[in-house]
């Protein structure tokens, strides 16, 4: 269930639900998620992030400064 924010914390500006995605190399998006624990590097893969709990994210923008405020969503 999305974060329902009606005013940006920073201006008081308007603020709008949205998504961050990324464009993986083969031109797939896909929106960014939350995962537990610290990172750590993979050489085959870049992360290692096998057996980790992830959440989605759901991103309020304002419309008028860009303020970005995400959240994880609730599953």
Do not use: D, Q
Request: hydrophobic share 35%; glycine share 10%; net charge positive.
């Amino acid at each position: 269930m999305p974060v329902e924010i009606t005013r940006c914390p920073k201006c008081r500006g308007e603020m709008e639900l949205g998504a961050l995605v990324l464009r993986r190399h083969n031109w797939k998006w896909r929106s960014t998620e939350w995962m537990e624990g610290l990172l750590e590097r993979s050489f085959w893969t870049g992360l290692k992030v096998g057996g980790r709990r992830r959440i989605p994210l759901r991103t309020n923008r304002c419309r008028e400064c860009g303020f970005l405020e995400s959240y994880a969503i609730k599953r």
